[in-house]
């Protein structure tokens, strides 16, 4: 795991929400607290049972987030990207980790140790405010994932998927055009259904003219109102 420079450190801390708004000055105080670590493809940044000591930073690369079953199935939970945090929570509390966090491609963290923000937080109340204002907005993703799981069948969570995508979309075109963050396989454990069930409901809504998936992850949605009536 090799460490990143100081000048990187700082693009890291200025590419968060919660901190993004700070001053130069301030946001290389952060820089200084935080360290920098370089992590292979599927390796593990901390796992359930670690002790709950760092806000994680995604300065390059991706992460997944997930639980595991007592069977150990695979429950993903989100995918991180650069500018996302994880690990909040150690600001508030001495709990233990519950969940995994693994890295989908070679990333870049940059940490900070709870006594260190707290610190921050303190000197800095308004990084408080964003830090809970982005807590909130995950709980929110994560009470509308458990509405899907429990209330829709599995061409219902895709259809609500896909809809995600495309009102998350930041370019507007015709078809809209959006792109899986993540693989099949993961994409599967995040609604709760198997790898092939998701192919077979994907190749189904393209039988039907619905989308046009025109590569690996890339789908071009051709009819968003029979997505609609179906997940909406």
């Not at 795991?1 to 000055?25: D, G, R, T, W």
């Not at 964003?130 to 907005?137: F, H, I, M, Q, R």
Request: charged content about 30%; hydrophobic content about 35%; overall charge negative.
């Amino acid at each position: 795991m090799a460490q990143i420079n100081k000048s990187e450190k700082q693009l890291c801390v200025s590419l968060v929400p919660i901190f993004n708004h700070l001053e130069y000055s301030e946001q290389e105080e952060i820089a200084k607290a935080s360290r920098s670590k370089t992590y292979d493809k599927k390796e593990v940044i901390f796992q359930a049972g670690d002790p709950s000591e760092y806000l994680y930073i995604v300065h390059k690369g991706k992460v997944k987030i997930y639980n595991l079953s007592e069977s150990g199935k695979e429950q993903l939970i989100r995918i991180l990207e650069p500018g996302n945090f994880m690990g909040e929570l150690a600001v508030f509390t001495d709990e233990w980790l519950t969940s995994y966090a693994e890295t989908i491609e070679r990333t870049e963290i940059c940490a900070i140790h709870k006594n260190d923000l707290k610190e921050l937080l303190e000197d800095k109340p308004a990084i408080s405010f964003k830090l809970l204002a982005e807590s909130s907005k995950r709980l929110m993703s994560a009470e509308k994932t458990i509405e899907r799981l429990s209330s829709q069948d599995v061409e219902m969570r895709v259809a609500s998927y896909l809809l995600e995508l495309a009102e998350n979309a930041t370019t507007l075109t015709t078809p809209l055009k959006v792109t899986l963050p993540m693989s099949k396989k993961d994409l599967a454990s995040y609604i709760g259904t198997s790898q092939e069930t998701l192919s077979r409901r994907l190749a189904g809504f393209e039988e039907k003219g619905w989308i046009h998936q025109t590569g690996q992850r890339k789908i071009e949605i051709l009819d968003m109102d029979e997505l609609i009536k179906l997940g909406g």
